[in-house]
């Protein structure tokens, strides 16, 4: 009889691990692992989680580097959108799991898989990115989630992993990091506490430089274009290239708290040296070559993108509409962003741009007026202070 085909989105973990075993061995499915590549995984690791795969069971492993797209369907939009969820998380995690979803999905799909599965418990945000994306995309799919369903504990999956000959190093680590192209976040005993951070040494890119350093980075039509002078016609590795350079003064870190899907508070800590640096100098830049309602709207539709993004919302056609926008907003978007890097910290020096809007000969803020004259800014103010003028005389006849 043959063997029903099941598409496991694997990452090596024990989650993952353990449903890659227990679907081949217990359930009988041919099992198909493969890992979406958002940027977080080096070649070693690849490697080493592709054995992984094989040694518990999989008939086939396949790495899908889905990194560019990621670039081009998400990471840019977010950049336009100066995306930052509750003004602090840049949705590094977030936004990557519906592109792996979107990714395992489509290969689901490609090979004739009658299920597919992942690894993510019933307490978090995962689960439902995942779970809707594949029924969006391919309702006749069935979704089987082993971690979810048997309320699994991490003891239990490690024991089922000995006893059926398969030896790792599942040590839990103090800390729970997902690394990606844009950020990495970082759980612990702390993030479950409020009133509690996470010390220097939970992040993973400790502090090197103690010095300052210019950091330029220059925008055409608000895409990443060079760094420090250097073109980059590739914008994953401008953004890599950010990365290593923020990361060596341990700039980047925060932490979110934030509403979950599920509907409860989660806390979450983070570092994104790229992330912070490119969309504070990407706003930097636009407060100079845009219109105050350019920058209004931006902020409003911005922050709709980014909550629906968070939210597993990517597939909704207003998230079209809303790229269309944003995409048309960075016309002018074009200069070079002067920052300063310090340990722990950077300033946002200034901008060269042919585009700068306060580069006119109408006049200087504070200094001289050159496009008016006194009599036309006293009839402006006394034009301007009418409606409130009329509401304050009603007030003042009604009190009598």
């Known amino acids: 009889m043959k063997k029903e085909k099941v598409v496991l989105a694997f990452s090596g973990g024990l989650d993952t ?12 499915y041919e099992v198909y692992t493969a890992l979406a590549n958002t940027g977080g995984f080096s070649e070693d690791d690849l490697k080493r989680i592709e054995e992984r795969a094989y040694k518990l069971g999989a008939k086939k492993h396949l790495s899908l580097d889905i990194t560019k797209e990621y ?18 998380y840049p949705i590094s995690v977030s936004s990557e799991r519906i592109f792996q979803a979107i990714a395992i999905i489509n290969y689901a799909k490609e090979i004739g898989a009658d299920y597919v599965a992942h690894g993510s418990t019933g307490a978090g945000n ?19 989630t082993p971690t979810r369903d048997m ?25 729970s990091i997902n690394k990606g192209l844009w950020g990495t976040s970082i ?21 090197q430089e103690y010095g300052e350093e210019t950091l330029t980075i220059s925008f055409t039509d608000g895409e990443i274009s060079a760094v420090n002078g250097k073109a980059y016609s590739d914008k994953v590795k401008a953004i890599q290239e950010i990365e290593r350079i923020g ?53 409003q539709v911005g922050n709709w993108y980014g909550m629906f993004l968070h939210e597993a919302q990517y597939l909704e056609p207003v998230m079209r509409d809303i790229e269309a926008f944003l995409q048309s907003s960075q016309r002018n978007v074009t200069g070079t962003v002067i920052i300063c890097l310090r340990p722990y910290h950077y300033t946002l020096v200034g901008v060269e741009s042919d585009y700068d809007l306060m580069k006119t000969d109408f006049g200087e803020y ?35």
């Open 17 to 28: 691990s353990f449903c890659a075993m227990y679907l081949s061995q217990e359930k009988g």
């Open 71 to 88: 670039y081009e369907k998400s990471i840019q939009y977010m950049i336009f959108g100066n995306i930052l969820r509750n003004g602090t």
């Open 126 to 144: 995962d689960q439902v990115r995942f779970d809707l994306t594949f029924d969006v995309l391919a309702p006749e799919i069935g979704i089987i």
């Open 151 to 175: 309320t699994l504990t991490r003891e239990y999956e490690i024991n089922y992993l000995k006893e059926h000959g398969y030896e790792a190093d599942f040590t839990k680590m103090e800390y």
């Open 187 to 207: 759980g612990g005993k702390e993030t479950l506490k409020s009133e509690q951070t996470l010390p220097e040494s939970a992040y993973p890119s400790q502090l």
């Open 247 to 299: 990361s060596r003064y341990a700039i980047g870190r925060d932490m979110h708290i934030g509403d979950t899907i599920i509907g409860i508070k989660g806390r979450v800590g983070f570092e994104a040296a790229a992330p912070l640096l490119i969309i504070n100098g990407h706003k930097m830049l636009e407060k100079h070559t845009l219109s105050k309602w350019q920058q209004y709207w931006k902020d």
């Open 366 to 400: 504070g200094e001289i007026n050159k496009a008016w004259t006194p009599e036309d800014a006293k009839g402006f103010t006394k034009i301007t202070a009418i409606p409130t003028k009329i509401y304050h005389a009603v007030q003042k006849k009604n009190e009598k």
